[in-house]
């Protein structure tokens, strides 16, 4: 979880807060990431993504999963990827927050 911290709480206005369930970062009123375990004690991340990365993660599967509109959800395990969770989480704040704030964020070039 400090990884997935580190990386919102450096972006404008994005702020940590306890949700219904585990933890999740805000902008605004606009939820950008929540993470939270389940019963089977793994932890997951959700996260905001465009419709067409939606159907690719949904077609990708596990670890990703679709949560439902343009929300989608990683499994948290050992082997993950924290380069490409960062680069997810930014582009899910970018979605969610307002175009003012966005242009102060220095995004990664993507990654092929």
Not at 29 to 44: N, S
Not at 89 to 97: I, N, P
Request: net charge negative.
């Amino acid at each position: 979880m400090l990884r997935i911290r580190a990386t919102l709480t450096r972006l404008p206005e994005c702020y940590e807060e306890d949700a219904w369930t585990g933890v999740r970062w805000r902008v605004r009123q606009a939820t950008v990431a929540h993470v939270f375990g389940g019963e089977d004690q793994l932890f997951r991340l959700t996260f905001r993504a465009e419709p067409d990365e939606v159907l690719a993660f949904r077609h990708l599967g596990e670890p990703y999963f679709v949560v439902g509109g343009n929300a989608v959800g990683l499994l948290l395990e050992q082997l993950v990827d924290w380069e490409e969770v960062a680069e997810l989480l930014t582009d899910s704040y970018c979605l969610q927050a307002p175009a003012r704030l966005v242009a102060l964020v220095d995004r990664p070039e993507p990654r092929d």
